[in-house]
DNA sequence: TTTTCTTAGTGTCGTTATGACACTAACATA
DNA sequence: TATGTTAGTGTCATAACGACACTAAGAAAA
């Protein structure tokens, strides 16, 4: 009882501000698919430090509006791109002295994956300029701010693995896809192709997916629209997908 | 040039204290195979807050002394069990209003695998009491404090899928083993039997170990010791492990 | 109406890593 | 020398995949 009234005493007492903390905020990779590529959002910097430099979208933590890290990350991405149900993963953080000019900070980055027809750029009034760019080339020609080339790598290595074992591609397609417009979706993530009938099996196999009735038409022979079942969960496979041997 | 000097301008004036930041931590899992069991390290809180609970061992970055992260995970680690050179892996960090009553804050977990042998509990000074405990029971019947429960089932969560497609439970060894003592550790972790032909198949095909030349005598057929080749990265295989079916 | 083109979707066989399980090998001890 | 125990192997069945040729169904041209 003695001590359950020393720790509140203690509570009261405490102040942050005595200490030294590291700064601490949340950094994401977006990616989407638009014209047969695999594409990642960049904000250009409208603030010191690093301004005018190219960055993964991320900030602070609104230690008041957000009850979770996840939620820091919801936001940010519902500011930048109005899409507000997306599949969300944390990925890793990073944390060290040097990586930001203001001192020892902590970023945990966050991995999000949005089917390209939902996205409304930039709904927030903010100032800064946002791109999609394809993500070898933010990754190799652009000289993103801080550390963000390292935590885009890192990401994009997440989601590249994944493919390999997972069924979490269909989360950058509209609700509504054919499975061959999945394949696709898959080979470029994959960034090698991968052959047609073992691929049908292995999806179709593993349940995730149901018919929604309805077709694509085009000007050939009509394709079956699936979408993913209500439980779905991101599919484990027993083995990895394997590229052309 | 004007903005890099308004830059250096800014970095003059910036004062983390004007700012809310959250409480940032590491805490850590720290495996290892005692009896048979896969058994992980507590520790017995000795200030408040939480004071008089079992933890997971962890603390805050000393902005001093870490570089990185990973250096406050590896010094944590070193202070408690005597160990320097562990396997050592980022988990997922766990951030929120109310995980700590002090306010805000963020924890980086870690997962640390050692060998028992190379343990020397309480190297330091420090007065708290340590303990390790089988997994099981930490989760289940141990009242941890924080949501130090949910980040143990994490980190163990991702002990044992790895254990599915990697190698990693050779970390749990000492640097000499037999297979017999390896197959008996994928079954601790994994949590059932595995047949002892597909199992040593599978990790001579990989190639990650090579003999020592030495044997390990008993009362019976000498056993064959290996040890992790040099370059040895954790290896993935192509499919998962499958218990019996 | 028929042909042709294109994309959707299937049948089937070989390959590979694994599970199952019986088998042999090598030592200590009695 | 026999026996028990653990180390380690031979071999076949199986599951999931790659390869690739095949059929199906529509639009549009002829």
């Known amino acids: 009882m003695a001590r359950k009234l020393s720790e509140k005493a203690f509570l009261t007492d405490y102040n942050i501000h005595d200490f030294d903390v590291p700064l601490t905020s949340v950094d994401m990779a977006i990616f989407t698919i638009r ?10 910097r409208a603030q010191h430090p690093a301004l005018d430099c190219w960055a993964l979208p991320g900030g ?19 500011e930048k791109t109005g899409v507000d149900t997306p599949y969300l993963e944390q990925v890793e953080s990073f944390g060290s002295r040097d990586r930001d000019p203001r001192g020892w900070s902590v970023t945990v980055a966050y991995l999000a994956l949005i089917a390209s027809e939902e996205i409304r ?13 394809p993500v070898e080339k933010a990754e190799q020609q652009f000289d993103l701010a801080f550390d963000h080339t390292e935590i885009l ?25 054919t499975l061959t417009e999945l394949q696709q979706t898959f080979e470029i993530v994959l960034g090698n192709s991968v052959e047609k009938k073992s691929f049908r099996r292995r999806i179709l196999d593993a349940d995730i997916l149901e018919e929604t009735g309805n ?14 079942k209500a439980d779905g969960q991101s599919h484990f496979f027993a083995r990895n997908i394997e590229g052309p041997r």
């Open 35 to 44: 014209d047969s590529q695999l594409q990642v959002l960049l904000v250009k």
């Open 60 to 78: 602070f933590i609104d230690l008041k509006r957000d009850r979770t890290l996840a939620d820091t990350a919801r936001r940010k991405l519902l």
């Open 121 to 133: 750029l930039s709904r927030d009034g903010s100032s800064e300029e946002v791109a999609w760019v």
């Open 153 to 177: 790598k890192s990401c994009h290595g997440r989601l590249t693995s994944k493919v390999q074992y997972t069924s979490l591609p269909v989360n950058l397609l509209p609700r509504e896809f």
């Open 215 to 228: 077709v694509k038409t085009g000007s050939n022979r009509p394709a079956k629209l699936y979408r993913v």
